[in-house]
Nanobody, 119 residues
Framework: QVQLVESGGGLVQAGTSLQLSCTTSGLTFSNYTTGWFRQALGKKREFVAAISWLGGVAVYGDSVKGRFTISRDNNRNILYLEMHTLQPEDTAVYYC????????????WGQGTQVTVSS
């Protein structure tokens, strides 16, 4: 059974930093491209970042480029998202997801963790 479990969300002030983690199990983590998405209340899900299966390539959504960093630990099967200079518009539920590197569609999703940034 594949599980992705996010952690690290919370309530923070604007301008501060937060790190999210996504602990995975039930899949060969190093075979999967992994990513972060977010969904704010009343809005569509937004791509945040993705990282290739060996960690050599990372891509970011325009709204987080330069502030967020995605990384992964293939030995511990954990995906990370470092978020800096957080702004109220970063408030959302953050989800991690995984897809086979040969596929475009994300097959597995976590349950999400809430990040709230106060001004």
């Amino acid at each position: 059974q594949v599980q992705l479990v996010e952690s690290g969300g919370g309530l923070v002030q604007a301008g501060t930093s937060l790190q999210l983690s996504c602990t995975t199990s039930g899949l060969t983590f190093s075979n999967y491209t992994t990513g972060w998405f977010r969904q704010a209340l009343g809005k569509k899900r937004e791509f945040v970042a993705a990282i290739s299966w060996l960690g050599g390539v990372a891509v970011y959504g325009d709204s987080v480029k330069g502030r967020f960093t995605i990384s992964r630990d293939n030995n511990r099967n954990i995906l990370y998202l470092e978020m800096h200079t957080l702004q109220p518009e970063d408030t959302a539920v953050y989800y991690c997801a995984a897809r086979m590197s040969s596929r475009q569609k994300y097959d597995y999703w976590g349950q999400g963790t809430q990040v709230t940034v106060s001004s």
